[in-house]
């Protein structure tokens, strides 16, 4: 059985090779590929697919919000989130899930502990964003999101539970407060590895920051957020946790995370 990656551009995706040897691994003999679709494709991609039996999906950038209208039902954690980042084929119907939430919010609690009197910052207000904003809004004690378009922010902040507050990129003096930053954007990814979306006087001894990006496997946020001595935790977890959820809803098997996270850092390693 075929399984896609859908996404534009998807060529610095490591996803394949986790889940290529998760399938090998459990004997299974599927395939996972990457499928770069356009936006404006998106619709007969999808449809395309419908036709030719696959199994499911992963949605990335900038899919994930889009994609929804052309799902035949949402899970409930798609619905909750506003977001798809997962597909179930089930006998021809498609169904949206969301896995980012799960996936994220284990790489937090595993890396810092209990969450529960954290203050958090959190940048960006897209599919990921908002996937970790609905399960840290009733879990911390405050929660702030700043993104470029401070109205975004401030919306996704309105329907949230919790002290939740949403502002725009230029209020990150907040970030000297937070116990955890989490950078929820696409900013110093490949190939733009020199930028950050943080003014790097802001971090501090203490704090945890999460770079939702996996490649790089140190983003210049990370290195920033070191030198300030504060801990540090990559992408790459988020990405094999949700990708553990994926596999479990299209399989009914439960794959090996670290199988999945020493594939893609192999892939990771060789690219840099």
Same mark, same amino acid.
């Given at each position: 059985?075929?399984?896609y990656l859908l996404?534009y551009?998807?060529?610095h995706?490591?996803?394949?090779a986790m889940?290529?040897a998760?399938f090998?691994e459990?004997?299974l003999l599927?395939?996972?590929?990457? %499928?770069e679709t356009?936006?404006e494709?998106?619709g007969?991609?999808v449809?395309g697919l419908?036709?030719?039996?696959?199994?499911?999906?992963?949605?990335?950038?900038p899919h994930?919000?889009e994609?929804i209208?052309h799902?035949?039902?949402?899970a409930?954690s798609?619905k909750?989130i506003?977001a798809v980042?997962?597909?179930?084929n089930?006998?021809?119907? %498609?169904i949206?899930?969301?896995t980012d939430?799960?996936?994220?919010i284990k790489?937090i609690?595993l890396k810092?502990g209990?969450l529960?009197?954290?203050?958090?910052?959190?940048l960006g207000a897209g599919?990921?964003a908002r996937?970790?904003a609905?399960?840290?809004?009733?879990?911390?004690?405050? %929660?702030?999101i700043?993104n470029?378009s401070?109205?975004k922010?401030?919306?996704?902040?309105?329907?949230l539970p919790g002290?939740?507050?949403?502002?725009?990129?230029?209020?990150?003096?907040?970030?000297k407060t937070?116990?955890i930053v989490?950078?929820?954007t696409?900013?110093?990814m490949?190939?733009n590895t020199?930028?950050?979306?943080?003014?790097?006087?802001?971090?501090?001894q203490?704090?945890l920051?999460?770079d939702?990006v996996y490649?790089p496997?140190k983003?210049?946020?990370?290195?920033?957020a070191?030198?300030?001595?504060?801990e540090?935790?990559?992408?790459?977890?988020?990405?094999?946790y949700?990708?553990?959820?994926?596999?479990?809803?299209w399989?009914d098997?439960?794959?090996?995370a670290?199988?999945?996270?020493n594939?893609?850092?192999r892939v990771?390693e060789?690219w840099?």
């Amino acid at each position: 059985m075929n399984y896609y990656l859908l996404g534009y551009p998807v060529g610095h995706s490591v996803s394949p090779a986790m889940h290529n040897a998760a399938f090998k691994e459990l004997g299974l003999l599927h395939r996972y590929s990457l %499928l770069e679709t356009e936006p404006e494709k998106l619709g007969e991609t999808v449809q395309g697919l419908k036709e030719n039996k696959f199994g499911g999906a992963n949605v990335t950038t900038p899919h994930k919000i889009e994609i929804i209208k052309h799902m035949d039902t949402l899970a409930a954690s798609a619905k909750r989130i506003g977001a798809v980042n997962t597909i179930e084929n089930h006998e021809g119907q %498609l169904i949206g899930h969301n896995t980012d939430a799960i996936g994220g919010i284990k790489a937090i609690t595993l890396k810092y502990g209990e969450l529960t009197e954290s203050r958090v910052v959190l940048l960006g207000a897209g599919g990921a964003a908002r996937a970790l904003a609905q399960e840290l809004a009733p879990k911390v004690s405050e %929660l702030v999101i700043l993104n470029r378009s401070p109205d975004k922010a401030e919306k996704l902040a309105r329907i949230l539970p919790g002290n939740t507050v949403g502002a725009g990129l230029g209020e990150q003096q907040v970030v000297k407060t937070a116990d955890i930053v989490i950078n929820a954007t696409s900013v110093g990814m490949t190939p733009n590895t020199s930028t950050s979306p943080i003014d790097a006087g802001y971090l501090r001894q203490g704090q945890l920051v999460y770079d939702i990006v996996y490649n790089p496997i140190k983003t210049k946020l990370m290195q920033d957020a070191e030198k300030a001595g504060a801990e540090t935790l990559g992408g790459l977890w988020m990405l094999v946790y949700q990708g553990v959820e994926s596999f479990k809803i299209w399989t009914d098997r439960e794959p090996s995370a670290e199988t999945m996270y020493n594939a893609a850092l192999r892939v990771l390693e060789a690219w840099h």
